[in-house]
C-alpha cells in the first residue's frame, strides 16, 4: 500500500480548484482496501472518496485520506432473451462506458451520453439526463464497507435513488443515547467498487425530451438508432455546457426545486413565462437554470467564479487553466457566487435552491 503526500488536486476536479490532498491512496482493487483497513495506522483515519472530481467543490486541502477510485474493468456479465447485464469497474469513465456498450450491441445507456465522472459515482447521485436516469438503468452494486472490512452488494431498492440523491449522499446519524448508527446513510463508510446495469431488451428510443424531439424533427429521422442519440445528446449537451477540458465546471449548480401547485401558481401570476413540469406525484418541477436567469445572474460573476452564459444553472471558473493556476477561481469564491445566487432567487421566487456538487 503506498501512500501519496501532498497531491495537486487541480487534475482530479472538474472545476480545476486548486487544492492539495494532504495524503492519497489510489484504489485499483478491493484488495488495495483491505489492505487500508487490515493497517493499523490507516484504519480509522478519515477518509474522502474521490472519482472524477466532477461533482465537487473544493474549499481548501483535503485533510481526510483521499481514496482515488481507479479501479477498472468492463464486461458482459449476462444476457437473457430480456436484457444484457453490464459491469463496470468503479474507475472506468462513464461516457468511455456508454461509447463500450453502444460498440459491443448492448444499447440503453445513450440519453446520458458525455456526462463528467466516473462509474462509481453515477449511482451516488443517480445522474441522469434527457429523459433517462441511472435508476432505471441499474442492476446492482458492489461496495467495500471501511468500518468493517467486508464487501457487500446493493440493488437498487437499497441504494434509495431519489432526484440525483441516494443512500451514499447520507450520512448514518449517531443515536445520541447509544452511541449506535441510526439510518441507512453509507456517505464516508461505503466506497463502491464495481457498478452493473440492466439494458433491457428489445430497445426502445426515449426521445420525450423536447431537446430530442426538435432533433428527429429537424433531421427528419423518427426511427433514430441508439447511436444516433448517443450522437445527438453529444451534440445538445456541447452546444450549452461547457466542456470542463476547456471551461472548470461542475455541471448544474443547483437541483431543480419542486413546488406545489399552490406555490406554482402564485409563482406564474407574477411570472408567466416560468418554465416548469407537472409530475406524476402532483408536484411541479422548476427549471431551476430558468430561475437563475430571470433574476439576471447569466454571465455574471464574483472574483473568478461565473455564471455560464450559455446555461445559467452551471457555475464555472473563469480561470485559465493552462496559466498560472494561482489565478483560477477558488471554492470560497464559488461557494460565494452559490450564496449570491440562492439569496437572490429566495428573494424574488420564495425557493431556496439546493446545491448539487458536494462541498468539501
Ligand atoms: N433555462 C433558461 N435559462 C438558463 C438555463 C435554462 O431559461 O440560463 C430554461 C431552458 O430554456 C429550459 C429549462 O430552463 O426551458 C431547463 O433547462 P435544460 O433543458 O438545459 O435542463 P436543466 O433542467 O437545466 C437538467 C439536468 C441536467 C441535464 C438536463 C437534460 C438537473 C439539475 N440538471 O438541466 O443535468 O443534462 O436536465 O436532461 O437536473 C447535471 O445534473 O449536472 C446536469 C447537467
Redesign the pocket.
Known sequence: MQIEHNVPLQPHNTFHIVARATTLLRVRSTEDLQALTADSAWRAAPTFVLGGG??IVLTGDVKPLVLKIEIPGMRLVEETSRAWVVEAGAGESWHELVRWTLAQGYPGLE?MAL??GTVGASPV?N?????VELQDRFESLDAFDLHTGRTFTLNAAQCAFG??DSVFKHTSAVDATSGLPAGLGLAGRAVITQVRFRLPKPWKPELS???LQKKTELTGITQPSAQQIFEWVCE??RA??PDPAVVGN???????PTVTPEQCADIIARDPKV?HYHLADGTV?L????L???CGW?GKSIGQAG??E?????LVNRGPLNGDPASGATGGEVMTLAKAIQTSVYERFGILLQP?PVVV
Request: no cysteine; hydrophobic share 40%.
Open positions: 466532477s461533482n440519453n456526462i463528467p447521485q445522474i441522469g439526463a434527457y429523459g432526484y440525483r425530451y423536447l431537446d445538445i449537451r450549452k455546457l461542475a455541471g448544474s449548480f443547483f437541483k431543480n418554465v418541477k427549471a431551476a437554470g430558468w437563475i436567469d430571470a447569466r455564471v455560464y450559455k446555461q445559467a444553472l452551471v448539487e
